[in-house]
């Protein structure tokens, strides 16, 4: 009786799910490595000896990386002095990064379009002030794409190291420098190490959603192709529905394989944690 | 009392001039009056947020995202409440995996689920284009719904519900009389969230457009492509200003505690 | 000469004084308690001499030296926390080789001490656990033993037991005790719990909003309150507010009301220009036949109410001078209403401000 309750309880939502989600990502994996009736790994063959393909894949790659890595950068330094702020600040600033977080990204990437145009705001005062003779290229290249994506996910990785940061014991600090730590060394070896569970979800989250982001490379990387851009040319200019597949599935490979390592990482780098 | 730190100030608000500074720069020019976007802008004028109503596609593709938004957000209100409660309330094997479950919309690429969603969800089963967005966009919105409101329930004390029931309310009275009222903040919490995902979103909605469908986002990113007026920094300014209502709401109701926990 | 010497300092937190123009002299070699209720100015006190707080005004001395503006890191000063503060990633070994390792101390020398120190804890053999899975009083342990491996000038503690059970916490203190006398190491000691403080220290120092009202050995203490605060705070109860006080053959006489007591020349009253009277629960004699007329400093009353507090009676008697609490060993217990005398000798009663 009480069992039945359950299963109606949750019926409804996970028949849904199943049926517009699990049902549709599971016929496109399948769907990959079979063509007219019998299997075949032709499209990923196809898809690793194309140099072009290749490319994409990598300069998806060397994105996501350079933007995850600058990502933690900024966002460590950030993230530390906000979480020492009084309940007050503390609440202004966390409202300040998570606002942008939830603005539409079209917004977001359009605005950079703004400043990193040929006759942008940057370009203009750069011209003005002397110090470039013509307009830098950068709007529609992988840098465009990569401040793009940095300004994208910065909050989100920000945000979540405040999470981590102030549930740490202010007196591990104290008791740090009270061994004789200076406060870089306390920070070095207290904050640091234990910041690491929400440095790697932090990482994820950002790691991944590059790799994955549609909006901001559409907008800000011009002809330059991503792995998620060329997915969208492949379905809906191309028509090629096969290599779409054959991306999706990559992508979601990917996806996965980086959750599971950096989990992996986090379970190693943190074992009493 | 507490140190001060002059140099890591300084970073820090040089990073939210980075996160910040785009956006009061798209404000700004929105107020532009000439035809090209410039910044400073030339003077001051209203004529672009005007011209947001004078072109069609705009208001036509902001209906349509309203429609889907609101109704996709009953939708998983009606499918997400009962699973986020039974999640909660129960202790039952295979919890966890049917708690990946119904979190497992988050973690698959927006661009790959659109692309699944349109070669299924519209070719295989033939749902018109309409339907579709909303099936779509029901799926985005369900995690959200789930995870605002299982967090709002786990400060929930069932006891009040078998006081309840002690008293001699049955299951579904108690759930309506008891439980909802208790947790409904999380639950328009929980709804603002969802909405703002839909409304912002590019992934999916861009593989679902078709004869005079369209979600703003889709219409905004084709425009942009198009054309360089301020009338994209204008919609972009009101979008804003929704956001930070929004947003407000959501710091009044549970505070910003969702947000840094993952 | 002292050891340490806090000159007319001040701290102020969010605009509130918490202490003004506060001084306070440790010797070397001593174990001193700062005991007092919450907010009374013990722990920012402590946290002053730890360096984790900047006094605005005022000298902080250490060892003939101007300690004010020396950081916390500067000072090597071992610090017990209330919260253990033990470094959750590392183990038992690396939490009490942590000092060592910034103090440039080489790997030989740093398992020699470090093994040293657990044998003083008592925590040989858990080297490589974390503070996960150590029960309250080995993390306890593991603290103490972090902060006494850097060899220190000073030990401060801060509640270090008030997140142990009660038995626990008897055992910890005689081992806190017995370590500080084992190396002969200066320590200040912060706590809400009067017993704990009494128990272990040489000196004890009772402090209230932000001043110290009382420092002196804990027998003193004990025996006799300077304060009215400090009366109550170790439990002296009854008050008597006196009028007139002269001295007559050896003894002190006080009017209060229509009565006149006697009290006895003592540390508690001698050298006291006070005009209160005190006196315990404990040394109260309640009796509910009239005693003969030699016998000095009675009150008649009447039992107002009567408990049960396992081996002896408490009663709330009603005087013409007020209610005044006594404790009494008895078989059969005095009834509510029950007309008695109470009784008290010479000796009991002490003078406080």
Not at chain 1, 205 to 219: H, I, N, Q, R
Not at chain 3, 126 to 146: C, M
Request: glycine fraction near 8%.
């Amino acid at each position: 009786m009480k069992k039945l309750g359950l299963y109606l309880l949750l019926l409804p939502g996970l028949l849904f799910l199943t049926l517009f989600m699990v049902i549709p990502i599971a016929m496109t994996v399948l769907s990959t490595f079979f063509q007219e009736g019998s299997f075949t790994l032709e499209g990923y063959l196809h898809f690793l000896a194309d140099p072009y393909f290749l490319k994409i894949l990598w300069t998806t790659l060397q994105v996501s990386v350079v933007t995850t890595i600058a990502c933690i950068l900024l966002g460590f330094p950030a993230a530390y002095y906000i979480s020492k702020l009084g309940p007050r600040k503390k609440g202004v600033l966390l409202a300040l990064a998570i606002f942008p977080l939830l603005t539409s990204s079209v917004v977001r990437s359009f605005s950079w379009m703004i400043i990193l145009g040929k006759k942008g705001l940057l370009n203009s005062s750069l011209l003005s002030l002397g110090l470039i003779e013509k307009p830098l290229e950068i709007l529609y290249t992988p840098s465009a794409m990569m401040i793009g994506l940095i300004h994208l996910f910065l909050p989100l990785i920000i945000i979540t190291l405040v999470g981590v940061m102030e549930n740490i014991d202010p007196d591990l600090l104290k008791a740090a420098e009270s061994l004789g730590a200076s406060k870089f060394t306390a920070f070095r070896q207290v904050i640091v190490p234990l910041s690491v569970p929400g440095l790697i979800i932090g990482s994820i989250l950002v790691f991944v959603g590059s790799l994955t982001a549609y909006t901001t490379p559409a907008l800000l990387g011009g002809k330059q192709r991503v792995i998620s851009t060329f997915l969208y040319q492949n379905a809906i200019t191309l028509n090629d529905w096969h290599m779409a597949s054959v991306i999706a599935t990559i992508m979601i490979a990917i996806t996965f394989i980086v959750i599971g390592l950096m989990n992996k990482l986090a379970t190693k780098l943190n074992p009493k944690g | 009392m507490r140190e001060k730190n002059r140099g890591l100030a300084l970073f820090t608000f040089l990073i939210f001039l980075f996160l910040l500074g785009p956006l009061l720069i798209i404000s700004v020019t929105s107020f532009e009056p000439g035809t090209v976007l410039k910044f400073p802008p030339q003077g001051f004028s209203l004529r672009w947020y005007e011209n947001i109503f004078e072109v069609e596609m705009f208001m036509e593709t902001f209906k349509t995202s309203m429609i889907v938004s609101l109704a996709g957000n009953l939708l998983a209100l009606a499918l997400g409440i009962p699973a986020a409660y039974a999640l909660s309330r129960f202790q039952f094997k295979g919890k966890s995996l049917l708690n990946g479950v119904f979190i497992s919309p988050v973690l698959i690429p927006g661009i790959v689920m659109g692309f699944a969603m349109l070669k299924y969800v519209i070719i295989t089963y033939q749902l018109p284009i309409y339907a579709g967005l909303l099936v779509g966009h029901t799926v985005l919105m369900l995690p959200f719904i789930i995870r605002v409101i299982a967090s709002s329930l786990s400060n929930f004390d069932f006891a009040i519900e078998e006081a309840s029931l002690s008293l001699g309310a049955g299951r579904l009275e108690t759930f309506f009389k008891v439980v909802l009222p208790n947790i409904r903040s999380g639950i328009i919490a929980a709804v603002l969230i969802a909405f703002l995902e839909s409304f912002n979103n590019v992934d999916i909605s861009v593989f679902m457009t078709g004869p005079g469908v369209s979600t703003l986002p889709i219409q905004m990113l084709t425009y942009v492509e198009n054309y360089f007026d301020p009338t994209i920094a204008a919609i972009s300014v009101l979008l804003m200003i929704i956001t930070a209502i929004f947003m407000f709401i959501i710091e009044r109701l549970m505070g910003l505690s969702y947000f840094t926990k993952r | 000469m002292a050891l340490l010497t806090l000159e007319n300092v001040s701290v102020a937190y969010e605009n509130q004084n918490i202490l003004d123009n506060f001084s306070l002299n440790i010797e070397k070699g001593q174990l001193i308690s700062l005991l007092g209720p919450s907010g009374c100015g013990k722990t920012t006190t402590l946290r002053l001499i730890a360096g984790f707080l900047e006094a605005k005004a005022g000298r902080f001395l250490f060892d003939g030296k101007d300690y004010t503006r020396v950081p916390v890191n500067k000072r090597n000063f071992g610090f017990v926390f209330q919260s253990y503060a033990l470094f959750p990633h590392l183990s038992v070994f690396d939490n009490v080789a942590f000092g060592l390792r910034l103090r440039k101390v080489n790997q030989a020398e740093i398992d020699q001490r470090v093994r040293h120190i657990l044998d003083v804890v008592s925590l040989n053999g858990f080297e490589k656990r974390f503070p996960k899975e150590l029960s309250g009083g080995q993390r306890q342990r593991v603290a103490i033993a972090r902060a006494l491996v850097i060899q220190p000038d000073l030990l401060l503690f801060d509640e270090p037991l008030s997140n142990l059970d009660a038995n626990l916490r008897v055992n910890m203190r005689v081992e806190i005790r017995r370590i500080q006398q084992e190396l002969g190491i200066t320590t200040v000691y912060v706590s809400h719990d009067q017993e704990e403080c009494f128990s272990i220290s040489d000196q004890v120092a009772i402090m209230n909003k932000g001043i110290i009202e009382q420092l002196d050995d804990p027998a003193t203490i004990f025996k006799y309150p300077r304060t009215e605060f400090v009366a109550r705070f170790i439990g002296f109860n009854n008050f008597i507010d006196f009028g007139e006080r002269t001295e007559q053959d050896g003894e002190i006489h006080l009017t209060a009301g229509s009565h006149t007591f006697r009290a006895a020349k003592n540390p508690g009253t001698a050298n006291h220009s006070g005009k209160k009277g005190a006196i315990r629960p404990d040394d109260l004699v309640v009796s509910a036949e009239e005693p003969a007329d030699s016998v000095r400093n009675v009150l008649k009353g009447k039992v107002k109410v009567s408990t049960f507090l396992g081996r002896s009676y408490q009663y709330v008697v009603e005087t013409d001078l007020g209610d005044f609490t006594v404790n009494q060993e008895m078989d059969s217990p005095y009834k509510a209403g029950q007309p008695v005398y109470l009784m008290f000798p010479k000796e009991k009663l002490v003078l406080v401000d």
